[in-house]
């Protein structure tokens, strides 16, 4: 049997739609979430794109087709699996329960892992504090980076990264990720101004399908 870990505030609306959802209460978009709790819309094909990160890749602020994830899938004429979590404060390892459940359906899938906010550290299921030492965090990542390239290492997987801290990350590391701390140049929400908005998502689109489409992996 598959196990998924869902943040709570994403399972209770599973099957449902809202348009209030963590930060956003604005009211003008429609989220709607999958029989597991994730965000779904209306990308469609036989293969599959799957987007592993946080608020950033779940599109806070924007309608579903505004999102990176969906222009690429479109573009790719895939079909568009968003498992990240959206305003929950989470750190990057709890990603990496539902990446080995995804490698067990052994399909075809090209993964796409969005990175950020190394400064957290996960003191138990419910808790993860910030403010934490750099060379803890660094170490925290790089262990991540690790096992996440340990377990994709038969699948085309693109790496992206945002961070508000600068970290002094080895050059053999960030040479791997395709977009390193740039891009950001507008905002879904005018009062959250970590939020990326419908040009940037446009640009992320743009540059991964670039990197795809260069290799021919389609």
């Not at 990057?92 to 995804?102: F, G, Q, R, V």
């Not at 950020?116 to 996960?122: G, Y």
């Not at 945002?162 to 507008?186: A, C, R, V």
Request: net charge neutral.
């Amino acid at each position: 049997m598959e196990k998924w870990i869902v943040p709570n505030h994403m399972k209770q609306l599973a099957d449902k739609s809202t348009r209030f959802f963590g930060y956003d209460q604005q009211g003008t978009i429609e989220y709607n979430f999958n029989k597991l709790g994730f965000r779904t819309g209306n990308t469609d094909g036989n293969l599959a794109i799957n987007l592993i990160g946080n608020s950033i890749s779940f599109g806070v602020g924007l309608e579903y087709n505004q999102t990176f994830g969906s222009i690429l899938a479109n573009n790719l004429g895939r079909k568009l699996n968003n498992f990240s979590f959206g305003c929950y404060l989470h750190e990057n390892h709890d990603h990496l329960a539902n990446i080995e459940t995804l490698l067990k359906q052994d399909s075809d899938d090209i993964f796409i892992i969005q990175i950020n906010n190394l400064d957290r550290k996960r003191l138990d299921s419910n808790l993860v504090v910030i403010g934490n030492n750099q060379e803890f965090c660094k170490k925290r990542f790089l262990d991540y980076f690790d096992q996440v390239t340990s377990l994709l290492k038969n699948k085309t997987t693109i790496f992206i990264y945002w961070d508000n801290i600068e970290y002094d990350l080895p050059k053999s590391i960030t040479d791997q990720i395709l977009i390193f701390n740039k891009f950001h140049i507008d905002f879904s929400l005018d009062t959250r101004k970590d939020t990326f908005g419908p040009k940037t998502n446009q640009i992320i689109s743009k540059i991964i399908t670039a990197s795809i489409t260069a290799d021919s992996i389609l």
